[in-house]
């Protein structure tokens, strides 16, 4: 687990107070690459490489997480719109948020979440 001071500032922008990076700009949007995206604070494991897929919105998005029991799910009413967060339920960092509009022969889910929050364990 790092501490809140190791961080990037980009990162607790985004972790720590519920932002939101800039889409097209984090560093997964096209990656490829093999193997499990975890926290990039605590190093759980949220999200298997082969449930990324193209959303064409700018932010990795995923299908589902790895297990359900390493995230936390939670109303967001902020913005005047209602979504559901995704937080790591390890550290509490804010991830991003779930939608409806996902592959629908997968579940129908999208896991749109900032690249800042996600480190790249590739596979060996
Ligand atoms: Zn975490």
Redesign the pocket.
């Known amino acids: 687990m790092k501490k809140d001071d190791e961080l990037s500032q980009e990162l607790l922008d985004v972790a720590r107070k519920g932002g939101t990076e800039a889409p097209f700009t984090g560093k997964y949007v096209n990656e490829h690459s093999k193997g499990m995206y975890k926290?990039a604070?605590?190093?759980?494991e949220l999200f298997s490489s082969y449930t990324k897929f193209e959303s064409g919105t700018g932010w990795p998005s995923f299908t589902e997480p790895k297990n359900l029991e390493h995230v936390e799910l939670r109303d967001d009413n902020t913005h005047g719109m209602h979504r559901t967060e995704v937080l790591?339920k390890?550290?509490?960092?804010h991830l991003g948020h779930v939608f409806d509009d996902g592959p629908a022969d997968k579940g129908g889910k999208r896991y749109c979440i900032n690249s800042v929050c996600l480190e790249l364990d590739p596979e060996k």
């Open positions: 926290c604070i605590c190093g759980n790591c390890n550290c509490g960092a």
